[in-house]
């Protein structure tokens, strides 16, 4: 049998000299013949044992030879404790994640001399994936691997494996990244003040992208010998079993905080733009539209009322078994994202000429000797500070608007041009951080009041009364429909991460998938209703999950690999313990108001 270590002989693994793989891919037709696949799958055993004389691959053969192929596999599967045991030799971590989590895929190069001296163990693991490949097309088998590894469509265009351009890489890696956190981008500068906060911006940038890099490096851009991973699979390859459940649990709960955001926002559009379609009262340059009688509906249709709606419109979409329809508009980001753009940067330089527009022109007018500057035509304190104590409600929202690390394998490995990934993670940050820049920094200046009255959800200090209004409400379109696309996808990412941990299949179920679904939108709801705060939200979420995912995670990989090759130094522990000591930090201090 061939061989997890480097310097064994590679025998065939079937007549011919070929191996399984290649005789399955060049000969489809074996898959449809139940006879021809089990003759297959004998030939298969039978090399085994006349490789290893090893008594659990004879009793496997006998099992084949009486037609039952399933029983064979069933022995292979049970066995594997036995060999387990037997082969005391084998490392207690390496034979663990071998048994307990099967996953498809084994590393043994020579900077991983923990797996590379264990060849017993490759050969265990790499007989299992030969009889999971061997398994009936036309039939059950639990000895098939779960493919635990997340559609790479769910973060791309569509473009094909292995097809994908740089500029599809790097525009996928700034649609994923460009989330809600761009609407309270405004308020979380105004709570840091408007030079800390630019700093801070950039700071932060710099950090994440640093701990993205190590997620990209040791993930070797989405494939270790040839098969997908996930970090979560690195996390499980360097720091066991514990750590890759720590992962799991980690990134579904930053999802979970994402996907409360997206379902308050969602509620809050849904009610401006019904409103508006039921009493489009709007003043644009002196144009009155007439209100119509709604001494009723003000009592139905409520902040409190949309969210049962929404409800009832995105509850089937939660449901589908495929969710393909909605990979095919993720296109539909990068129009809500230029269109947003579009809109602070127009805001910003003609707001003033709408009227009582809340946003346009500049109002910094400082006042020499004092960090708070004053807006001299309305005279009302624009609160416009240097530096304010909220700086850390900024570092919580940052952690999580540049979150990619558990998406960054998913949209690299199917890179044309995989030499080019650091630098297309690079310019993708480079691109989110000025997107990030502009519309803080546009919305933050062109204000036109307090700086402090500037809302978590910017386009809520727009009303109708505002003569740029309508602008603002295409926007709250806009960027509705993209959350009707995205929510599903996002959905199905925690439906999938939960469901393949603990039953090895996305879909277990109809009822597995309602009861998973109603509980979850159950908490969409209440929190929407009585707590729908999305600075509050992001900060937290970011500074809890993302702190462990972003920081924690890969400090810890990149210290056991470099533990393994021996060149673990004393300027490496410095550099990730300072890493994980300020997301320590950066959570203790979303409890604590600081005041100056």
Avoid at 40 to 60: G, R
Avoid at 482 to 507: A, G, N, W
């Amino acid at each position: 049998m061939a061989s997890g270590g480097d310097g064994m002989e590679k025998k065939p693994l079937l007549p011919g000299g070929e191996r399984p793989s290649a005789i399955l891919i060049s000969q489809p037709s074996l898959w449809n013949s139940s006879a021809a696949h089990d003759d297959v799958a004998k030939s298969y055993a039978s090399s085994l044992a006349s490789v290893n004389d090893d008594p659990l691959d004879q009793s496997i053969q006998n099992a084949l030879d009486l037609g039952d192929f399933e029983t064979g596999m069933a022995q292979s599967y049970s066995g594997r404790h036995t060999i387990r045991t037997a082969n005391s030799d084998i490392d207690a971590r390496s034979t663990s994640a071998l048994s307990e989590t099967r996953r498809p895929f084994h590393v043994s190069n020579e900077n991983r001399e923990t797996y590379a001296n264990h060849n017993k163990a490759a050969d265990l693991n790499h007989r299992y994936r030969y009889y999971s490949k061997l398994a009936p097309a036309n039939k059950e088998n639990p000895l098939i691997m779960p493919h635990h590894v997340i559609p790479h469509t769910i973060f791309t265009f569509g473009v094909a494996p292995g097809e994908q351009s740089n500029l599809v890489t790097i525009l996928s890696l700034w649609n994923t990244m460009m989330g809600t956190s761009i609407l309270a981008m405004p308020w979380a500068l105004s709570e840091a003040g408007f030079a800390l906060g630019i700093g801070t911006i950039l700071f932060m940038m710099f950090l994440t992208i640093s701990t993205c890099v190590i997620v990209v490096h040791y993930g070797n851009g989405g494939n270790v010998d040839g098969e997908p991973v996930e970090f979560s699979d690195v996390v499980r390859l360097y720091l066991g079993h514990r750590a890759y459940i720590i992962a799991v649990a980690v990134s579904v709960m930053t999802l979970g905080g994402c996907m409360i955001v997206y379902y308050v926002l969602m509620s809050g559009f849904l009610y401006e733009i019904v409103d508006f379609a039921h009493d489009p009262q709007w003043s644009a340059d002196g144009l009155d539209i007439n209100r119509t009688d709604s001494s009723h509906w003000e009592d139905i249709w409520t902040e409190h009322t949309s969210p049962l709606v929404l409800v009832a419109i995105l509850f089937p979409l939660l449901n589908l078994k495929n969710v393909s329809f909605f990979t095919r508009l993720n296109s539909l980001g990068i129009f809500s994202i230029v269109y947003m753009l579009f809109f602070v940067l127009f805001t910003a330089f003609a707001g003033q000429d709408y009227t009582d527009s809340p946003f346009g022109g500049a109002h910094l007018s400082p006042i020499l000797g004092d960090p708070c500057w004053v807006n001299k035509t309305t005279q009302e304190p624009c609160n416009v500070a240097w530096y304010k104590g909220g700086l850390f409600k900024l570092t919580g929202v940052l952690m999580l608007s540049f979150f990619i690390h558990n998406g960054a394998l998913s949209i690299m490995r199917n890179a044309k041009h995989p030499k080019k990934n650091m630098q297309n993670l690079f310019i993708a940050y480079f691109l989110v951080c000025l997107t990030y820049m502009i519309v803080a920094v546009c919305f933050y200046v062109s204000f036109n009041g307090d700086k402090s009255r500037i809302q978590d959800n910017f386009l809520k200090n727009f009303s109708k009364s505002n003569g740029n209004y309508f602008f603002a409400l295409l926007a709250q379109i806009f960027l509705l429909l993209q959350m009707f696309t995205v929510f599903p996808l996002l959905m199905y990412v925690v439906r999938f991460q939960l469901m393949t941990s603990f039953y090895d299949d996305p879909y277990p179920s109809v009822f597995h998938v309602l009861f998973l679904n109603a509980s979850v939108i159950s908490i969409f709801v209440l929190v929407a209703i009585y707590y729908p705060h999305i600075g509050t939200i992001l900060r937290f979420t970011g500074a809890i999950c993302g702190g462990v995912y972003v920081f924690v995670l890969p400090v810890l990989v990149r210290r056991a690999a470099l533990m393994k090759e021996g060149r673990y130094q004393s300027r490496h522990a410095l550099m990730g313990w300072s890493l994980v000591s300020f997301a320590i930090l950066n959570v203790v201090m979303q409890f604590i108001p600081l005041e100056f």
